[in-house]
């Protein structure tokens, strides 16, 4: 599950790429048709192929309405939208007294007007006379140019939304950005891939349209916004907070840069590349040299232990990524943009963590930067901010921390003490914490957090294919998650083929073997989405694949889902059948895999249900 503000907004949407209203066309039918022709250029202009034509329908403003619901229901539900709104509040990156849930739905509601939906493999418009929300008065004016210069609202649309369908039938956007999950940062620069590179066929397809005395102004136009679009007014999202609106309109302007870049340096072919290996960082798309000149790969900072250095009964709000780009909007709005852009400029890797301590919010703020100068820079900019943000008015205290010996800057405000310091290109920041208990995360903190490469974005590793050869080696029955029970005749215990393996049952005479395995997904998700994830982790792997069912399953003491598959086992041939059981709980999710050959399934299926029941995965 996503669950910070900008990845709110791109759930939600779930990757749903936003792109105008439909206005003028006047059925279902005929907007059928347009795709369909539209379809034939937008192939040629990105040198893709369709591999299945794509659906198209229609919905009301208030079936649309209604369809953001569930999804924000499902993704940001009220009492996870209320952590992250404190969290958020904290940071000063939405006002005190916004409502976060009301403001995203009705965000999205005034700007939704056309969508591809890669869940249903759809491509969806508002129905003919429903506008397009808050947007509908400029939606219209710009369908009128757009009529006077040979096309249409609607055609533009279904040139942008007929990319991204493309984008899902050859790279599954959905297992692209499901990895992610739980960074911002790194979901914010995958939107600029995806919708620069839709924005780059969407204004092919609008030059080869229209007569030549329109794209003179028509290039004016799309300069005016600047790099990222947020000068731009946008009808619907008068006061919502640069924050939010980065979310929907960043990733068309910068993205359209990004992708310009790209084909300049290595033609439109060399974007296959990217979505393999997406950016992995909006610093890599505010400063393009560092992700195709030198490129610049972010340091991953990662939290150990973290709320056992805070005071007792300290509880998670929010753990999240601000980036450069989230840096850079922080500091805009307490000192400019002229301050705020040099002083984001050398960050390198950051997370933050906010908790309920004692009814109150605390953050916690590590960030590491390219150098000692760019982290000196940042501390002595977000020092004037603490100091505008809690009306500091300079009184600041100066102090050493008790563990490390650093010299820290603290300050009363806000409703506790208020402490940054700096150790060599890291800068730590601690909010809202009593005064006390600050000083001493001061200087514990520097052993509660670890940096490392960061780890490219990979899908979901995949049990389930074993060794049925019985390996040398100890069996692993229980790494400290699982009790199992002991296995019934016929099964026995074996040292599995290592990876994800946490225990694993072999039955020589049906040749059937069940593994447990953990994956740590770095961000909530639930049973259903990993399932799907899994069986999409799948194709290409196993020759004939076939999904046989998906349904719930309760076992290992929790609700679960559970999927089928067949196909041929990529080693030997031979039929075989797979019964995959998901649990997730908190970023963990639990999977056993039943693989037998087909012949032999009904018989070690009756031992799975009954190894899931008697298993008991423990809370850690």
């Known amino acids: 599950m996503k669950t910070a503000i900008m990845a709110c907004v791109a759930a939600v949407l779930a990757l749903l790429l936003p792109a105008g209203a439909a206005t003028g066309t006047d059925a279902a039918g005929d907007f059928e048709k347009m795709v369909e022709t539209?379809?034939?250029?937008?192939?040629?202009?990105?040198?893709?192929?369709?591999?299945?034509?794509?659906?198209?329908?229609?919905?009301?403003?208030?079936?649309?309405?209604?369809?953001?619901?569930?999804s924000l229901d499902e993704e940001f539900p009220e009492k996870k939208a209320a952590d992250v709104e404190?969290?958020?509040?904290?940071?000063?990156?939405?006002?005190?007294?916004?409502?976060?849930?009301?403001?995203?739905?009705?965000?999205?509601?005034?700007?939704?007007?056309?969508?591809?939906?890669?869940?249903?493999?759809?491509?969806?418009?508002?129905?003919?006379?429903?506008?397009?929300?808050?947007?509908?008065?400029?939606?219209?004016?710009?369908?009128?140019?757009?009529?006077?210069?040979?096309?249409?609202?609607?055609?533009?649309?279904?040139?942008?939304?007929?990319?991204?369908?493309?984008?899902?039938?050859?790279?599954?956007?959905?297992?692209?950005?499901?990895?992610?999950?739980?960074?911002?940062?790194?979901?914010?620069?995958?939107?600029?891939?995806?919708?620069?590179?839709?924005?780059?066929?969407?204004?092919?397809?609008?030059?080869?349209?229209?007569?030549?005395?329109?794209?003179?102004?028509?290039?004016?136009?799309?300069?005016?916004?600047?790099?990222?679009?947020m000068n731009v007014p946008q009808p619907g999202l008068e006061g919502v907070p640069e924050f939010l609106k980065v979310s929907l309109i960043y990733p068309y302007a910068a993205g359209a840069k990004l992708i310009e870049k790209i084909k300049e340096k290595g033609g439109r072919e060399s974007i296959e590349a990217f979505f393999k290996n997406p950016p992995l960082s909006t610093e890599q798309v505010m400063h393009i040299e560092k992700l195709l000149d030198n490129p610049d790969e972010p340091t991953q900072v990662e939290f150990k232990d973290l709320a056992k250095a805070l005071p007792e009964g300290a509880r998670l709000l929010e753990q999240n990524v601000l980036g450069e780009l989230g840096v850079f909007i922080l500091l805009k709005q307490f000192m400019g943009e002229d301050e705020a852009r040099p002083a984001a400029a050398g960050w390198d890797g950051d997370s933050f963590a906010a908790f309920d301590v004692a009814g109150g919010t605390a953050l916690v703020w590590v960030s590491n930067w390219d150098g000692e100068d760019h982290a000196e820079e940042f501390a002595a900019a977000y020092r004037n901010l603490l100091d505008s943000k809690y009306d500091g008015r300079g009184r600041f205290e100066a102090g050493t921390t008790d563990e490390s010996g650093l010299e820290f800057a603290g300050l009363e405000g806000g409703g506790g003490y208020n402490v940054i310091v700096r150790r060599g290109a890291d800068v730590a920041v601690i909010e809202g914490l009593p005064?006390?208990?600050?000083?001493?995360?001061?200087?514990?903190?520097?052993?509660?957090?670890?940096?490392?490469?960061?780890?490219?974005?990979?899908?979901?590793?995949?049990?389930?294919?074993?060794?049925?050869?019985?390996?040398?080696?100890?069996?692993?029955?229980?790494?400290?998650?699982?009790?199992?029970?002991?296995?019934?005749e016929g099964w026995n215990k074996y040292a599995g083929r290592g990876g994800m393996a946490r225990f694993s049952l072999l039955n020589a005479k049906l040749d059937a073997c069940i593994e447990g395995s953990v994956l740590d997904l770095g961000a909530e998700m639930t049973p259903e989405k990993v399932a799907g994830l899994m069986a999409r982790g799948l194709e290409g792997r196993?020759?004939?694949?076939?999904?046989?069912?998906?349904?719930?399953?309760?076992?290992?003491?929790?609700?679960?889902?559970?999927?089928?598959?067949?196909?041929?086992?990529?080693?030997?041939?031979?039929?075989?059948?797979?019964?995959?059981?998901?649990?997730?709980?908190?970023?963990?999710?639990?999977?056993?895999?039943?693989?037998?050959?087909?012949?032999?399934?009904?018989?070690?299926?009756?031992?799975?249900?009954?190894?899931?029941?008697g298993t008991l995965i423990k809370e850690k």
Not at 134 to 143: F, I, S, W
Not at 184 to 196: H, I, P, Q, S, Y
């Open 542 to 613: 196993i020759e004939g694949l076939a999904i046989a069912g998906s349904e719930p399953v309760e076992g290992a003491g929790m609700q679960g889902r559970q999927i089928t598959y067949s196909g041929r086992d990529p080693d030997t041939g031979a039929a075989m059948v797979w019964r995959q059981a998901v649990f997730c709980r908190g970023k963990s999710a639990y999977v056993f895999t039943l693989s037998v050959p087909k012949e032999n399934f009904e018989k070690a299926l009756e031992y799975f249900g009954a190894f899931l029941e």
């Open 435 to 488: 005064r006390a208990a600050a000083h001493r995360l001061a200087g514990a903190i520097w052993s509660r957090f670890s940096k490392s490469p960061y780890k490219h974005h990979t899908l979901l590793p995949m049990p389930g294919i074993p060794d049925r050869k019985p390996q040398p080696g100890t069996p692993r029955m229980d790494a400290g998650e699982f009790r199992i029970p002991e296995p019934a």
């Open 38 to 70: 539209a379809g034939a250029k937008v192939q040629e202009l990105r040198g893709l192929k369709f591999k299945s034509s794509v659906a198209v329908g229609m919905k009301s403003r208030k079936e649309l309405a209604d369809f953001l619901r569930r």
């Open 86 to 229: 404190r969290a958020y509040k904290k940071f000063g990156l939405i006002p005190a007294d916004l409502n976060l849930r009301k403001t995203v739905l009705d965000m999205l509601e005034s700007q939704i007007g056309g969508f591809y939906d890669p869940q249903t493999k759809k491509l969806y418009v508002i129905k003919p006379g429903e506008g397009a929300g808050a947007a509908a008065g400029m939606m219209k004016q710009v369908d009128a140019f757009l009529k006077m210069a040979g096309t249409s609202l609607d055609e533009i649309t279904a040139a942008h939304e007929l990319v991204h369908a493309l984008q899902d039938q050859h790279y599954d956007l959905m297992k692209l950005q499901a990895p992610i999950s739980g960074n911002d940062d790194r979901t914010n620069a995958f939107k600029c891939l995806v919708e620069g590179d839709a924005v780059e066929v969407q204004n092919e397809f609008l030059f080869a349209k229209i007569p030549p005395q329109f794209k003179g102004l028509l290039k004016a136009l799309s300069k005016s916004g600047g790099d990222s679009g």
